[in-house]
């Protein structure tokens, strides 16, 4: 069974950066891989993708600010989040894309002065 660790949120005022790691129990190699998104209230949103050869696809709200990458072995998936906003606040997930594993336990981003 694939776990899923995601870590590197915190509070960060508008403007800021923060830096998102997730760790996957095994390879990624091959698979497509994706981070998403769930404010309180609303539904779970795809933010961003990438693909096996590192094309990726960026939710519009989100295009020029950030930014995913991958490592195959060990697997890894990072997003890298600039000039943050209130409306960037939510619990954020990485995995699979598009047909998912189990969810991890996300890891909370507050974007607020």
């Known amino acids: 069974q694939v776990q899923l660790v995601e870590s590197g949120g915190g509070l960060v005022q508008p403007g800021g950066s923060l830096r998102l790691s997730c760790t996957v129990s095994g390879t990624i190699f091959g698979i497509y891989m994706a981070w998403y998104r769930q404010a309180p209230g609303k539904q779970r949103e795809l933010v961003a993708r990438?693909?096996?050869?590192?094309?990726?696809k960026y939710l519009d709200s989100v295009k020029g600010r950030f930014t995913i990458s991958r490592d195959n072995v060990p697997g890894a998936v990072y997003l890298q989040m600039d000039s943050l906003k209130p409306e960037d606040t939510a619990v954020y997930y990485c995995?699979?894309?598009?047909?998912?594993?189990?969810w991890g336990q996300g890891t909370q981003v507050t974007v607020s002065s």
């Open positions: 990438i693909t096996t050869d590192r094309s990726t």
């Open positions: 995995n699979k894309y598009p047909n998912t594993w189990s």
